[in-house]
Each structure stands twice: as structure tokens, then as C-alpha cells.
């Protein structure tokens, strides 16, 4: 087993987060360096037995382990497999704290990290390096509807329908909003009032460059 340390250190690393202090104190705070071991060993889909193997461990004695992680966000299950690779961490768990931490001190080092802007860095690299792998982007900026209306260069026609939100909303199969986003509510970036919208599409052709999310009209 790796000590304390090379465990964090080693996490920080694979998710190109290395020499981020507000990231390690996160994870310190968010699991034990036991728990580092699994994530570490987790490096795709993988069942109990192919960790249990990988490890040399009891794969009855990992089940439970790998469920709290669930819980806690730090893993994802699906179906019999789990994963906790770092492309499948888009966000950080929000919640419930880590035992022995209040859930307004685990927001304030969460908080920390979002506003360090190493968060911001570490999207990005992912975001141009998805790109780079499958030529599609991962987000898309929809323009101001007002503003494509009003501009007297563009007619209707030359408008592509996922260019314009009326069009992406109609042609939507699950619309979804809140009234206020997650970097205002959980990590405190802004204070604006207006909330958050969210669409999905049945075909994934149908998605260019990716899913599509703006803030509300």
C-alpha cells in the first residue's frame, strides 16, 4: 500500500490536478487514503472480482466500501461495474460531508477549489482534449435569441436550428430547469438571480458538438 501522501499526490496526478492545494485539501477531507487505494485502482468499469483480483483483495469486503463511495459521490456504479476514473468526475461531490466535517466546512473547501481557478483549468484540458480524441465539443454557446433577431444580416433561414433556442427547445425530448445553477448555489461564483435550463436529445447525432446547457431566458 502507498503511504498517505503518495495516495493523494498520486490522485492529484491522474487527474492532472497535481500541485493544486485546494484540490488536495478536498480529497483529503473527502476520503481516507484507503479509500484514495480503490479510487486509484479504479481506472475504468471494472466489477468487485476484477478489483478484488487487481488488488489482491476480498472482493466480498470491497462491495460495501465501493457502495459508500457511491453514496459519497466519488464513484459511480453501473449496472454490476463501478468507476471511478477521472473523466468521470465533471464535478466534485457536493454532499453529504466526509464524517467529522459539517456540511458548511466541506462547502467552504468545495467553494475553495472552484474559485481557485484550478477547476476551471482542469475542465478545459478536458474539455480540448475530448476534442481533440472525437471532434465534437463538449459545450456549445447558444446565441441570444433577441440578438439574432435583431441583427439585419442574418435572415431566419440562414439561422441553424441548434444556433437558435427556440428550435433546440422543440426539437428537445426532456427539458429541465432550476431556479438557480450550481455554481451559484453550491460554490458561490456569482449572485445573479436568473436560473438554469437543460435539454437532452434522443439521437445523439442530433447534438452537435455535444450536449447543449444555457442559463435561463
Known amino acids: 500500500m502507498s503511504n498517505e501522501n503518495d495516495v493523494y499526490a498520486q490522485l492529484a496526478a491522474d487527474w492532472n490536478l497535481d500541485g493544486s492545494e485546494s484540490f488536495m485539501k478536498l480529497i483529503r477531507a473527502g476520503f481516507t487514503p484507503e479509500e484514495g487505494e480503490l479510487l486509484k485502482a479504479l481506472s475504468w468499469w471494472m466489477s468487485p ?14 462491495v460495501p466500501k465501493l457502495d459508500d463511495l457511491v453514496k459519497r459521490g466519488w464513484v459511480r456504479r453501473r449496472k454490476a461495474t ?6 468521470m468526475l465533471s464535478t466534485i461531490p457536493q454532499s453529504p460531508p466526509p464524517p467529522g466535517m459539517t456540511t458548511d466546512e466541506y462547502h467552504l473547501l468545495v ?3 472552484y474559485r481557485s481557478g484550478d477547476y476551471q483549468k482542469w475542465s478545459i484540458d478536458a474539455w480540448i482534449a475530448r476534442l481533440a480524441a472525437t471532434g465534437h465539443a463538449v459545450h456549445r454557446i447558444v446565441p441570444a435569441r433577441k440578438a439574432l433577431r435583431a441583427s439585419p444580416n442574418l435572415r431566419p433561414e440562414d439561422i441553424l436550428w441548434y444556433e437558435d433556442i427556440e428550435q433546440i427547445l422543440k426539437r428537445a425530448k426532456v427539458i429541465s430547469g432550476g431556479r438557480s445553477c450550481g455554481c451559484r448555489r453550491v460554490w458561490g461564483v456569482c449572485d445573479s438571480p436568473v436560473g438554469c435550463m437543460g435539454w437532452s436529445f434522443d439521437d445523439a447525432q442530433a447534438r452537435p458538438g455535444g450536449g447543449a446547457r444555457r442559463g435561463a431566458p
Not at 49 to 62: F, H, R, V, Y
Open 49 to 62: 472480482q476484477e478489483l478484488a483480483k487487481k488488488l489482491n483483495a476480498d472482493e466480498k469486503s470491497l
Open 82 to 87: 463501478y468507476n471511478a476514473a477521472p473523466n
Open 111 to 113: 467553494k475553495d477549489f
